[in-house]
């Protein structure tokens, strides 16, 4: 029976799967994208029964897929942290691992359905996901020193930087690729210490992108809230996400945004709910017809030029 893994191409999704693979290795078809790119069930076939793994994309955005993929004699194993929608399937082939609590990601739920074999990778992915306390707090029980704290950190926010982009264009690597050159280290810290192309590749791309980013024009600022606007260039793209949670780390106590041009003249949007009160993102983001995500971050696909005021008055005021 054909075995498919399907993952967010970000630093969570692609760090839950390492830890599958290295706990149960499998030659499988790998399905992934942008981390926009969520709705990726569809992509699996339905001819045959299957094994088929979701990894880190909502459930509520896919459900329609995995209820054929059931139906078709598929068994589901679903592990994810944002938003399923109001029920979960009730059948004998899906198997749920889903929480949507603010401080876990789908790595930590991996982590934990293995008992911990793969740690480390788990905690690169809580700091890619902008867990930053999660991550300290596991590295520190985990007995890691400050050095090696810090590089599970920029991995992780390195590999979460690649997964952002318009299109697999605007990326370093596709997400499959890069999970092909990391799975072959059962340790990240090995990884660091091996020097990759690959990583050597994201490490240079994401500070060059951040310095433009950090540099990018205000376009409204309130007691509650940051927005920046970024162009519609390749750079901007990718660093949009990144750049979101950098912000949202220097003004813990406001709701942050980056607003990124698009070429049809909508606009990209990724949303930081305050640090210091991790709730609210998704709610915000729902409000528009191509936005959703989790309470603590999310993003609007395309948000309309006419309607940018509107957001920006909603993000001002949703947590005043």
Known sequence: MQTYDVFNGDADGICALIQLRLAQPCNSILITGVKRDIALARQVPVDAPARVNILDISLEKNREAVDELLAAGCSVLYVDHHFP???????????????TQPTTCTSLLVDQHLGGQFHHWAIAAAFGDNLNAVGEE????????????EALKNLGVC????????????????PADLYRAFVKFEDPLDLIASEPAEWQKLREGYA???????????????????????????WARRVSGVLGNELANRNPDKACAIVTNKADGDYLVSIRAPLNNRTG???????????GGRKAAAGINALPAAQLDEFLNTIATFWS
């Open 85 to 99: 929608g109001d029920t979960l399937p009730d059948h004998p082939g899906f198997t749920a691992l889903i929480d």
């Open 138 to 149: 596991l590295a520190v029980k985990a007995g890691l020193s400050s050095e090696k704290i």
């Open 159 to 174: 590999i979460n930087y690649n997964g952002y982009g318009a299109t697999l264009e605007d990326l370093h690597f596709h």
């Open 208 to 234: 060059e992108d951040m310095a433009k980013g950090l540099a990018a024009p205000v376009l409204n600022q309130t007691a509650t809230s940051l927005v920046v606007k970024l162009p519609d260039e390749a």
């Open 281 to 291: 993102a998704d709610d915000v983001a729902r409000q528009c017809p191509t936005g």
